[in-house]
């Protein structure tokens, strides 16, 4: 029989990852060496047995006995689950179909349950060769699953319409869908601008009530600076600059994605916009 889960062994650490989530290579070590690998490594040496030698299994018309059954039981149960966790849901009939068979206390051949378990050990393979994996670096892996805000807290709290875009610019840029990334920096910027052009009393839109251009957007920030107090004026010209900066990267003149950003392009947007909201932030929170 396999063996159930280590003494010590926390349901966390044995739990299989999850469809949507990121499998890092520990992960797929983890599953070689999980309790389902074991199951098909054994599922596969009993298929071996039987195949080689079938006139054993046509003899063997006994009733599978009951010390086994209750073996089998409480472990064709724990596949299941681990199963689930696949969404290998063929391979979930079967083996529910086999554990309702050595649960029931009416006459079960024994070959019958070798049959089973070579049905389940051929059905489970072919549909874990339909589970794929997309590889992606450390450091993206970092703005997939993050339990931390990716431009920080400050930004989070004052400008909370901007966090799921946020968010999902990081997931977009960790799969290289780079326009889609681009395009969730572009919300979010439309709400950081907005919340600047209330506190400096700059007009930003045109007269469809929509961010102006680029150089629209850095010449009117720059003609309110003069009009603020003294001691504002630096942070508020560096907050100009780094929108500057942004629109330098952005590619295109208007608020709006080009037609393709490279990898490259894509990661300066996203560390400019960063940096931008990142600053803007506390100006926002004491103006």
């Given at each position: 029989?396999?063996?159930?889960?280590?003494?010590?062994?926390?349901?966390?650490?044995?739990?299989?990852?999850?469809?949507?989530?990121?499998?890092?290579?520990?992960?797929?070590?983890?599953?070689?060496?999980?309790?389902?690998?074991?199951?098909?490594?054994?599922?596969?040496?009993?298929?071996?047995?039987?195949?080689d030698a079938p006139e054993v299994v046509?003899?063997?018309?006994?009733?599978?006995?009951?010390?086994?059954?209750?073996?089998?039981?409480?472990?064709?149960?724990?596949?299941?689950?681990?199963?689930?966790?696949?969404?290998?849901?063929?391979?979930?009939?079967?083996?529910?179909?086999?554990?309702?068979?050595?649960?029931?206390?009416?006459?079960?051949?024994?070959?019958?349950?070798?049959?089973?378990?070579?049905?389940?050990?051929?059905?489970?393979?072919?549909?874990?060769?339909?589970?794929?994996?997309?590889?992606?670096?450390?450091?993206?892996?970092?703005?997939?699953?993050?339990?931390?805000?990716?431009?920080?807290?400050?930004?989070?709290?004052?400008?909370?319409?901007?966090?799921?875009?946020?968010?999902?610019?990081?997931?977009?840029?960790?799969?290289?869908?780079?326009?889609?990334?681009?395009?969730?920096?572009?919300?979010?910027?439309?709400?950081?601008?907005?919340?600047?052009?209330?506190?400096?009393?700059?007009?930003?839109?045109?007269?469809?009530?929509?961010?102006?251009?680029?150089?629209?957007?850095?010449?009117?920030?720059?003609?309110?600076?003069?009009?603020?107090?003294?001691?504002?004026?630096?942070?508020?010209?560096?907050?100009?600059?780094?929108?500057?900066?942004?629109?330098?990267?952005?590619?295109?003149?208007?608020?709006?994605?080009?037609?393709?950003?490279?990898?490259?392009?894509?990661?300066?947007?996203?560390?400019?916009?960063?940096?931008?909201?990142?600053?803007?932030?506390?100006?926002?929170?004491?103006?």
């Amino acid at each position: 029989m396999l063996s159930q889960p280590l003494p010590g062994d926390s349901d966390d650490s044995r739990r299989m990852p999850q469809p949507g989530e990121l499998w890092s290579l520990w992960d797929m070590i983890r599953i070689e060496g999980s309790d389902l690998y074991k199951l098909l490594k054994q599922l596969a040496r009993i298929q071996a047995t039987t195949k080689d030698a079938p006139e054993v299994v046509a003899s063997l018309s006994e009733d599978f006995p009951q010390e086994l059954r209750a073996q089998w039981r409480p472990q064709l149960a724990h596949y299941i689950k681990l199963m689930e966790g696949l969404g290998a849901r063929i391979s979930i009939r079967c083996a529910e179909e086999l554990l309702k068979k050595v649960a029931r206390d009416d006459h079960f051949p024994t070959y019958q349950f070798f049959e089973g378990i070579r049905d389940l050990e051929s059905t489970l393979r072919r549909e874990m060769q339909d589970v794929t994996f997309y590889s992606i670096s450390p450091a993206m892996a970092d703005l997939l699953e993050t339990s931390e805000p990716l431009f920080g807290d400050e930004v989070l709290i004052w400008f909370p319409s901007a966090a799921s875009d946020i968010a999902e610019a990081g997931k977009c840029l960790a799969l290289k869908r780079n326009k889609a990334a681009v395009f969730h920096l572009m919300l979010a910027m439309e709400c950081a601008l907005r919340e600047m052009a209330t506190h400096i009393k700059a007009d930003l839109l045109n007269k469809h009530g929509q961010l102006e251009k680029w150089s629209v957007l850095v010449s009117r920030i720059k003609e309110k600076i003069p009009a603020l107090p003294a001691k504002e004026q630096d942070d508020w010209t560096s907050a100009h600059n780094l929108l500057w900066g942004v629109g330098k990267v952005w590619r295109n003149g208007t608020m709006h994605p080009a037609e393709a950003y490279s990898d490259e392009e894509a990661e300066k947007i996203f560390a400019a916009v960063k940096t931008f909201m990142q600053h803007l932030a506390p100006l926002v929170a004491i103006a």
